[in-house]
């Protein structure tokens, strides 16, 4: 069973959501990928989303825009990525996917050539934010081949029939957005109740809600409905303020995460 599915599944029979945070690959330094896992995995992380750095990130807020661009300015690429994924995987049961966008996809031979590399690194699933339902096929077929989930999102203003399809090609879980516009930490609680109800009705795929989810009240708020939360911004914030103030970007991984958690115990951890 591809990791990502088990992870789900064992959270519903646990009634444990999940928590998933996003992180870019070589922020805050090259190098950080492979401390950062282990010390989100000790958090309370199960899994966790790889940011491929990219030079033009539309949906992306300021800050993980600006991750990504000095990520590429000190020298990372999609193949360090790998290379660093594939040196931590027998090191972390965390599920692993990947956050790309198609031109790098594209860049890198095409939908098959990114997947079978991906797959070969330990990634478990990908991500391709900038594919539309209509031109997925190509790409759902080449997860589909080496064994990787694809998730596809789903927006606030996506009409319901349409959420509906999105929903039953997407494998592993959909990938639900709290909120229009870019990523990014937001104070108000995100409602996405009846989002959730009528997605259930669709489809069975469980759900992962992200934008602007930045606190453990806001995970509570989302895990409410949704079967996981997703979470960048205000992690790749925090990442980068620990750097610049040269604390270690690992330990505030794990401090942050272990927050967080606390906003997605079940009923059953409380008693």
Known sequence: MNRIVDIFKRAKEANHPVLLPFVCGGSPTVDSL??????????????????????????????IAAAMHEAIEHGMTPELI??????????VDLGLVAM????????????DEFCKRASEAGFDGCIFPDVVLEESGPY????????????????????EERAGEIAKVSTGFVYLLARAGITGERS????????VRVLRQKSTTPIACGFGIASAEHVKAVTQ????????????????????????????????????????MSMDDLM
């Open 188 to 195: 108000e609680m995100p409602e996405i109740g009846d989002r």
């Open 225 to 264: 409905h949704a079967d996981g939360a997703i979470v960048g911004s205000a992690l790749v914030r925090r990442l980068n303020e620990a750097h610049a103030a040269k604390k270690g970007p690992a330990q505030e991984a794990e401090v942050f995460l272990l927050e967080l958690s606390a906003g997605s």
């Open 100 to 111: 790309v966008s198609s031109s790098i996809v594209v860049a890198l031979g095409g939908p």
């Open 82 to 91: 790998f290379e660093q994924v594939s040196s931590i995987r027998d090191q």
């Open 140 to 159: 759902i077929e080449a997860c589909k081949m080496h064994g990787l989930t694809n998730s596809l999102l789903i927006s606030p203003s996506t009409p």
């Open 34 to 63: 492979v401390l950062l896992l282990p010390a989100l995995e000790a958090g309370g992380a199960s899994i966790v989303e790889i940011g491929f750095p990219y030079s033009d990130p539309v949906a992306d807020g300021p800050v």
